[in-house]
């Protein structure tokens, strides 16, 4: 098996995978930014969607791109209270921006059917 991890080489600078600083056709050269650690989970709070904000989210922002969604398709970002509104006018903007709600609202996800004591592994999502 091979040492080489396709995520991995996208990595931090300095990597194994780092972009040289003459960079690869597609790239500009410019050092790649690692992520912070997670849990394997995801974070134990959502997180605001700014990238490089790592602060509880308080808002969902709910968009959708009408050339690509139908209008009932709804997508989500979050937004701590600093940068709601610039992630606002960002969407807005585009015409994407559809209403936000606190993050309080949104339904909370249930685990996957495998994580869960009474789930069967042979039955099928219809049979439940």
Known sequence: MSDFDLLGSLGSPGSSGSLSSSGTPGHSGRPVESSPPHHANGPESPQCSRK?????????????NPKIHTPQRRKTWLAC????????????????????????????????????????????????
């Open 52 to 64: 490089g904000c790592r602060q509880d989210a308080a808002w969902a922002l709910l968009w959708n």
């Open 81 to 128: 209270p600093e940068h709601r509104d610039w992630l606002t006018d960002y969407l807005s903007t585009r015409g994407f921006f559809r209403e936000a709600v606190p993050v309080e609202s949104l339904p909370r996800a249930s685990p996957p059917a495998a994580l869960t004591s009474s789930s069967s592994p042979t039955a099928s999502p219809s049979e439940g």
